[in-house]
């Protein structure tokens, strides 16, 4: 299957607005990330059963979370929530190393098989609960929050370097965080809908 060319003018394009993001997105078939009973459902723009109660986000708000991280070719980056690994997988594109932490070993392991084939080999994965975030690799330039959390797991504002941004869902809107000089600027983004984070 190829990655059809409306999926990135159409979707991708339309929600990062960032040529980089899209070439990412042109790297990595989302299709080979889900069940091959939903393949035909791989372009829509739609989140998708990864199983366990998880799902692979819908493409459109992988595009716009990515484009709201500003990721840049130095960056080291924390992802929470590794879920089908396609994130990480865009992710891997974009920046020079991506930190990936799922508290499901299923979708672990299913996740670092898929980024093997695809011969990426900047991504390295943990199984945790990642409200404890990965101390052994931070601080970090950037952190993403794939799951909606309640409220902002407060360690990984401390894994955070400063300049650093960090997005997350919180109670259904999607916010950004700006460390800039031990002051920290809030901007919600916009509604989103996300599975659940396991505090
Ligand atoms: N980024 C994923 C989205 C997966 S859905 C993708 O591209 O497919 C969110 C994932 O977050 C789920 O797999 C869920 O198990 C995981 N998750 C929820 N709470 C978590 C926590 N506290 N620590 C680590 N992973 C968590």
């Known amino acids: 299957m190829r990655i059809p060319e409306y999926f990135l ?5 339309p929600a990062c607005n960032n040529e980089r993001i ?3 997105f042109k790297k990595v078939p989302r299709h080979l990330f889900i069940d091959d009973a939903l393949i035909k459902l791989a372009y829509k723009d739609d989140a998708l059963p990864i199983g366990y109660g998880q799902t692979i986000s819908k493409p ?15 960056d080291k980056v924390l992802e929470i929530g590794t879920g ?5 997988a865009i992710l891997s594109k974009l920046v020079s190393e991506v930190y990936t932490v799922e508290r499901i070993p299923a979708l ?13 080999h900047n991504v390295k994965f943990k199984i945790d609960n990642g409200k404890v975030g990965w101390e052994e690799y931070a601080p970090y330039d950037k952190i993403i929050v794939t799951a909606g ?8 504002l401390n894994q955070l370097k400063d300049g650093g941004r960090l997005v997350i869902p919180i109670n259904n809107t999607l916010k950004l965080y700006i460390k800039e000089s031990n002051k920290l600027i809030k ?4 509604e989103c809908k996300f599975v659940k984070f396991v505090f």
């Open 9 to 13: 003018k159409e979707i991708i394009a």
């Open 22 to 24: 899209v070439e990412a």
């Open 60 to 74: 459109s708000t992988v595009a716009k979370m990515t484009a709201i991280l500003d990721p840049q070719p130095n």
């Open 84 to 88: 089908s690994g396609f994130q990480a």
């Open 108 to 120: 672990y392991r299913r996740a670092t098989t898929i980024i093997r084939k695809l011969y990426i």
């Open 149 to 156: 959390a309640e409220l902002l797991p407060e360690e990984l």
């Open 187 to 190: 901007k919600n983004i916009s």
